[in-house]
């Protein structure tokens, strides 16, 4: 089993830069793939990005291609979600979770943590 917990959010303007932290507590981390996902407000949550458990593969939604960049360090137990050129639009609650699987779907997920908010000021 593995316990996630975020942190880094915060209140930035936009064009700003946040880098959130995903810690995670179990022996097995390194056999999870992680994602970040978020959710605005009366939205549905959304995926964000992944990284695969070996080799580091990644994988981004559209809106996040070119501006954030996700990194793991399986030593430390942690992965990371550096946020470039932030927009108002970027404005939600950032969750990290982990699979056994690869994938985008929020189903394929079966760790999660809180939360971390996100507000982009214009």
């Known amino acids: 089993q593995v316990q996630l917990v975020e942190s880094g959010g915060g209140l930035v303007q936009a064009g700003g830069s946040l880098r959130l932290s995903c810690a995670a507590s179990g022996r097995t981390f390194s056999a999870y793939h992680l994602g970040w996902f978020r959710q605005a407000p009366g939205k549905e949550r959304e995926f964000v990005g992944r990284?695969?458990?070996?080799?580091?593969?990644?994988l981004y939604a559209d809106s996040a291609k070119g501006r954030f960049t996700i990194s793991r360090d399986n030593a430390k137990n942690a992965m990371y979600l550096q946020m470039n050129s932030l927009k108002p639009e970027d404005t939600a609650v950032y969750y990290c979770?982990?699979?056994?699987?690869?994938?985008?779907?929020?189903?394929?997920?079966?760790?999660w943590g809180q939360g971390t908010q996100v507000t982009v000021s214009s």
């Open positions: 990284i695969s458990r070996i080799g580091g593969y990644t």
């Open positions: 979770a982990a699979s056994r699987f690869l994938g985008t779907v929020q189903d394929t997920y079966d760790y």
